[in-house]
């Protein structure tokens, strides 16, 4: 059986006195809601897919303020995971993630996932726009576009939000599930509730909502440096790491590491230091181990082989045990892209 959700024409009352805490007040269930605007082809944005990802709501708030006379083109707004964000919680121990459920996911088949499909199918019959999800990420990261298509309306899009945007592959999350359908990306506004994203979420937000059609050309290099990440790097078991240069840790970086985030590293700077010969992992997309390919280790210094630029650092050492240390960007190259 599918996941119930509802359905609301108009803005609830109280909309904008809710936080993610007291979602439920007013949302106790995903919804699905329709504002009707002056140009009818709705543009449809989707917040708190991840329950601790408060930005998109806090956006939303903001931008349908601006518009309580009217808005200047029809919106459907998908109100995600209500009960993970009552709990600040990315999704309940019980529940499948909220963006990876998407139609062509690879997870099987769900009470989550059929709600998605119908969602999508919803949004599929009133032609969209364009769909947007908003999101929020852990560390000092610039706020960046993410799309799974890169076609140059997509390119275009992410444009709008910055410089630099990244190409992804995940299957089963929102942005993927709207290509063919329409223009899709995903934003990452940095910090969840940073007053610097969710303005800037609201201006990408408000643009779409005014402008009449997007351009199909693609952006230059100068509009729109698109990377992408298949590299994970992960530190090994029983490797202690440290933020620390003095530290007594096998696997040493720089206090401001997380700084670096996004910025280049070039084959002859150092990455890290090391006392072990081999302290971490990286892995490409497919899970297969490439560190010899990707890095090397001379007397103690880290250095990567090509010039890449990490993304999403964390400090956090129970992220590191868990997930990763962080992933390592390159240029997007099309031919990553051909399905062999
Ligand atoms: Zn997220």
């Known amino acids: 059986m599918m996941d119930s959700f509802d359905r609301l024409h108009g803005l609830p009352d109280g909309f904008f006195d809710i936080s993610c805490e007291t979602i439920r007040s007013l949302f106790p269930n995903p919804s699905l809601v329709q504002i009707d605007g002056a140009d009818r082809r709705v543009l449809f944005v989707s917040i708190l897919l991840h329950g601790n990802e408060c930005t998109g709501l806090q956006a939303m708030q903001q931008l349908l303020a601006k518009y309580r006379d009217g808005l200047p083109r029809s919106l459907l707004l998908f109100v995600g995971n209500v009960r993970a964000a009552e709990a600040n919680l990315r999704y309940l121990p019980e529940q499948v993630d909220y963006n990876r459920c998407w139609p062509g996911t690879h997870l099987e088949s769900s009470p989550t996932s059929q709600m998605m499909q119908r969602?999508?199918?919803?949004?599929h019959g009133l032609e969209p726009f364009a769909a947007v999800d908003i999101h929020n990420n852990t560390g000092?990261?610039?706020?960046?576009?993410?799309?799974?298509?890169?076609?140059?309306?997509n390119q275009n899009l992410a444009a709008r939000f910055?410089?630099?945007?990244m190409v992804f592959h995940h299957p089963g999350v929102s942005t993927m599930a709207f290509d063919g359908?329409?223009?899709?990306?995903?934003?990452e506004c940095g910090l969840p509730g940073s007053p610097a994203g969710i303005s800037h979420a609201v201006r990408f937000v408000d643009d779409l909502l005014n402008l009449d059609q997007l351009p199909a050309r693609a952006p230059t290099r100068n509009e729109l440096h698109l990377v992408e990440s298949h590299l994970s790097l992960m530190v090994r078991d029983d490797i202690s790491v440290a933020f620390d240069l003095e530290a007594d840790a096998d696997l040493r970086f720089v206090p401001d590491f997380e700084d670096r985030n996004f910025t280049l590293f070039d084959p002859h700077e150092v990455f890290g230091y090391t006392r072990v010969a081999?302290?971490?992992?990286?892995?490409d997309s497919d899970d297969h181990d490439v560190t010899d390919e990707i890095m090397r280790v001379e007397d103690g210094r880290i250095f990567l082989n090509n010039t890449m630029m990490p993304a999403m650092i964390t400090r956090d050492q129970l992220v590191i045990r868990q997930d990763c240390l962080c992933h390592l960007l390159q240029d997007y190259l099309p031919y990553h892209d051909t399905e062999l």
């Open 119 to 123: 969602i999508t199918e919803i949004v």
């Open 140 to 153: 000092k990261n610039p706020h960046y576009a993410c799309i799974t298509d890169p076609v140059p309306v």
């Open 162 to 165: 910055n410089r630099v945007a």
């Open 181 to 187: 359908i329409c223009p899709a990306i995903t934003l």
């Open 278 to 283: 081999r302290p971490l992992l990286i892995t």
